[in-house]
């Protein structure tokens, strides 16, 4: 596992991949959170970090599958999966050595978005003035949220060998766990049963954990939908044996 880790983080930095994708992450949410007037934080009227854990999510979505493409799709199109499941490395090894990479870039692009928490902090009147528990609580969603979505998006690398279509498939997986609940609970014919299908999807938990109490309930979720999706992909691999 530490050997497919370690390539793919090589990847990432000895081309342009991982250092495009963290400079479009914290460009796009730099201009959102400063300067662009309708959610710019300096003009939100409280030391909060709300607007950007409300955006955070909705980029993650795209960026995360734009991350998760290549991982498998590009080894489908050009054979090397044949070379790398033959080696003396268990399926689950393989996923998880490209998961743990595509999630450390994942992280690495959000570690500098800590100067955010700073800067409303200091912003506070009284310098301080923001509530630390819900920030923590959010950042932990993030990477939760992360987990899932990378998760998500090997699977649907592993089932092309066309990066496009891999991205697409995972943008719409994403999508709809992480919005699509929450719209279908809005529907009429679910007005009694609204709750239970917010529920199921990802961004009720999110929300959950962002109130600052770590629930059980949310970590289980996050942990169990990861799993699944890794599973499934671990699943894809060996299809090709039979």
């Not at 983080?9 to 400063?34: D, E, P």
């Not at 050009?78 to 996923?95: K, M, N, Q, S, Y």
């Not at 570690?111 to 200091?122: R, S």
């Not at 943008?171 to 679910?190: I, K, N, Q, V």
Request: aromatic residues 16%.
């Amino acid at each position: 596992m530490l050997a497919i880790f370690t390539k793919e983080i090589n990847a990432f930095f000895s081309s342009l991949i991982g250092y495009i994708v963290i400079a479009v992450f914290l460009l796009v949410t730099g201009l959102f959170m400063f300067v662009f007037p309708d959610t710019s934080l300096l003009d939100f009227g409280y030391a909060s970090l709300g607007p950007f854990f409300v955006l955070v999510p909705n980029i993650l979505t795209f960026i995360i599958p734009a991350i998760c493409m290549r991982a498998f799709a590009e080894e489908n199109q050009t054979g090397a999966i044949e070379l790398l499941v033959t080696r003396p490395l268990r399926d689950i090894e393989i996923v998880l050595g490209k998961f743990f990479a595509c999630l450390l870039l994942v992280l690495i692009a959000l570690l500098p978005t800590l100067l955010y928490y700073y800067t409303v902090y200091q912003l506070g009147a009284p310098v301080g003035n923001i509530d630390a528990g819900g920030t923590m609580g959010s950042y932990l969603g993030l990477v939760f949220l992360s987990m899932a979505f990378v998760a998500i998006g090997l699977f649907a690398s592993s089932l092309t060998s066309n990066q496009i279509v891999g991205f697409l498939l995972a943008l719409a997986l994403s999508f709809w766990c992480y919005f699509g609940f929450e719209l279908m609970s809005g529907l009429p014919m679910f007005e009694y049963s609204a709750g239970f299908i917010q529920s199921l999807g990802m961004q009720s938990h999110f929300r959950s954990l962002g109130r600052g109490l770590i629930d059980s309930r949310d970590v289980i979720y996050f942990v169990s939908l990861t799993g699944f999706f890794l599973l499934l992909t671990v699943l894809s691999l060996e299809r090709r044996k039979w």
